[in-house]
């Protein structure tokens, strides 16, 4: 007599790759949403401070300066061996001047030397006859330097690996809400209900009222 044997159970192991999958979805939604905390939160502060820049315009600051370097470095007619090295060290020193170059222009009569940052500008022109400058200072305060981190603007390009891992990170917490809800019988038609309801919405705002 051959030997019976019972066919796998297919119900029960969908039950347990269901129970797998939630979870899995379970953990991850809560430990990528408490790891990237933070991040999601001063993203979400500054949409709302980006979005209303009037309220810190008192907080923006301009100072002016003036000095003079040594005309060797900018008074040749060969504008290839201006000393901007020279240059440049000198204004951070004497002025603590922070951000990076954007720009260092030269032309017949002046030097043109912009630095950027973060909520901060800087803009040194000096004269290429006796070596004078005048330097423009703009602080636009702590809001302003979170809103420029916000849009990534004169930050680095290590602050642009931030803001693409946050996106990664805000992308999966919000799929793996999206798979638990499927887990959930009770709440499963309601919520996809208003996650519809949502999408509609602002597609009829960005249709109606977006110029």
């Known amino acids: 007599m051959g030997t019976f044997q019972q066919a796998p159970d297919s119900n029960g192991k969908s039950k347990a790759v ?7 979805s379970r953990w991850l ?3 990528l949403s408490m790891g990237s905390f933070f991040i999601i939160f001063f993203f979400s502060l500054t949409g709302i401070t980006l ?20 005309v060797k470095w900018v008074n040749m007619p060969d504008t290839t061996k201006i000393a901007k ?8 020193n004497k002025h603590r001047i922070t951000g990076a170059i954007s720009e260092f222009v030269t032309d017949d009569y002046q030097c043109t030397i912009s630095f ?8 040194a022109f000096v004269n ?7 330097l423009t200072e703009t602080h636009t305060g702590l809001f302003g330097i979170m809103n420029d981190l916000h849009k990534g603007r004169d930050s680095g390009k290590a602050w642009k690996w931030v803001i ?4 990664v990170l805000m992308i999966l917490v919000s799929l793996t809400g999206l798979l638990m809800l499927f887990f959930l ?14 999408t509609i919405l602002v597609l009829i705002i960005y249709m109606i009222w977006v110029p």
């Open 85 to 92: 090295l020279e240059i440049v060290e000198l204004l951070r």
């Open 164 to 167: 693409d891992i946050s996106a």
């Open 18 to 24: 269901r129970r797998t999958v939630s979870s899995v």
């Open 185 to 198: 019988k009770k709440k499963r038609m309601a919520g996809i209900l208003v996650a519809i309801a949502g």
């Open 51 to 70: 979005n209303h820049t009037e309220w810190f315009e008192n907080q923006q600051k301009t100072t002016t300066a003036k000095g003079q370097l040594d």
């Open 128 to 134: 290429r006859e006796d070596g004078s400058y005048a």
């Open 116 to 123: 950027n940052g973060p909520g901060y500008t800087a803009d």
């Open 29 to 31: 939604h809560i430990y």
